[in-house]
């Protein structure tokens, strides 16, 4: 067996706008996932159902534990991180909610072509969320012709 997924760490620039963007994203971050010392929120840990592990780290902490860090020159992503919602609706309510606490949308919600409705919102750093509800077969489509 070879390695498996277990956790993603998100490097922050503003510990507390991320918490605010993941909780109206509708995360349930309890006190005590969070790492607090006098110099503020380095770092938090939220299992995730399915078993991988969300860490939210200060940059101050991933120069601690990855020597090999650097503060991006822009914002820009070749990831997208995508949560999964329960219905097709979540996907627009919680958009809508991001977007208009000023988070940009990188994608507004649409029926995509495998079956799922799907959005993709910027986090605080600029990192590509997505939001995406479960497949349904009657939905699919041809995939686009790239």
Known sequence: MG???NQVDLIVADMEAT??????LGLEIPDGAIWRTASGIHHVDLPMPGGVILHFDSEPLAGVYDRGWKRPAAQG??????????????VD???DTLKGLGHPSAQAPWDAFWGSRY???????GNHIGIMSPVDPSRRAAPPDL
């Open 119 to 125: 959005a993709i919102v910027c986090d605080p750093d």
């Open 77 to 90: 992503t070749r990831t997208v991180l995508t949560f999964s919602v329960p219905l097709r609706e979540d």
């Open 19 to 24: 918490l605010a963007f993941y909780r109206a």
């Open 3 to 5: 390695p498996a997924l």
């Open 93 to 95: 309510r919680i958009h």
